[in-house]
């Protein structure tokens, strides 16, 4: 989980830098997901075979949908109009977005600390949105992409509530060979004839470098290592490996000069931190049923 969180915090930053010498959002998140589909299937043939019944792979299409398209979508081009700093933030507040989904979903309780968790991360939110709505700039962020970052937070928590039996059901190569084969069919008609121009213009190395890096690190290797972590650690431990990422981005975004770190942001990242730690430490359903049955004997 460190691995994958250290390389997403890395991420931001250096697909930032990359989309503003020679790519773009669309070009980018065409090459994250077309990319790493390639690579899930040449890793599949030396994984572990499962037989998958159709049922299951028409239910990829929602996960790919959810998981990947609309998550990757909103990412990678809100990331192309907001800062990395803002953009890693947002993160943050994915697990915030997956209590109250499961509240609504898996009837999931919601107890007064995970309530006040709710609260801290939504005022975090709210401060680094208005910041943004005032400055508007690519260095200190910019609404606009601020609001596409958090909704790929929702859309991949909510994912997570609404297919976590299926994943759980198959390796980790079967899951994203399917996910990664719905999305690329789903993405590149509509994104073939605009990355088509942009590779027409003579692209730096350095920025592909970078993409190589957001593809095969970010994605390839990211939702492997993601995957292993959530089968091997317990869902509070996981969690709180998501705050490797924002101090990442912070770091190497400010070293390259790409963002600008604002008192605002400071008390935004203490908010939202805040917020998921009280989210994340609160009881689960299991753990209130544990206790009621306690109390019963």
């Known amino acids: 989980m460190f691995g994958a969180c250290a390389g997403w915090g890395l991420m931001a930053p250096v697909g930032k830098d990359a989309m503003t010498h020679g790519f773009d959002g669309i070009t980018m998140v065409t090459f994250r997901v077309v990319g790493a589909c390639i690579l899930f299937w040449i890793a599949s043939v030396f994984a572990p075979k499962e037989e998958v019944p159709w049922r299951d792979k028409l239910m990829f299409i929602g996960a790919g949908m959810f998981g990947l398209l609309f998550n ?52 975090g939110a709210l401060i680094l949105i208005l910041t943004s709505a005032v400055h508007a700039s690519d260095k ?25 039996p299926l994943i759980r059901r198959y390796n980790v190569f079967t899951i994203n060979k399917y996910m990664f084969s719905w999305a690329t069919l789903m993405l590149l008609p509509f994104t073939f004839s605009h990355v088509s121009e942009v590779l027409a213009v003579s692209i730096p190395t350095r920025t592909w470098l970078e993409v190589a890096y957001v593809v095969f690190i970010g994605t390839f290797l990211g939702y492997i ?15 709180v490996y998501n705050y490797v990422q924002p101090v990442v981005s912070v770091a190497v975004t400010i070293l390259m000069g790409i ?25 689960s359903r299991n753990d209130v049923e544990k206790g009621l049955n306690n109390i019963k004997r």
């Open 225 to 239: 290592l993601t995957m292993i972590g959530q089968r091997t650690l317990r869902p509070t431990v996981v969690s």
């Open 72 to 123: 990757q979508c909103c990412y990678t081009i809100g990331l192309s109009i907001t800062s990395p700093i803002n953009a890693s933030i947002v993160t943050t507040s994915m697990p915030i977005f997956a209590m109250l989904l499961a509240a609504l979903i898996l009837k999931e309780p919601i107890t007064s600390i995970k309530a006040l968790g709710v609260m801290l991360g939504c005022s």
């Open 140 to 164: 200190v962020g910019d609404i606009r992409g601020d609001l596409l970052c958090l909704f790929a937070q929702f859309s991949f928590a909510l994912y997570l509530s609404l297919f976590n």
């Open 259 to 283: 963002g600008v770190l604002k008192p605002t942001h400071a008390l935004a990242v203490v908010l939202v931190f805040c917020g998921v730690w009280l989210v994340t430490k609160s009881k």
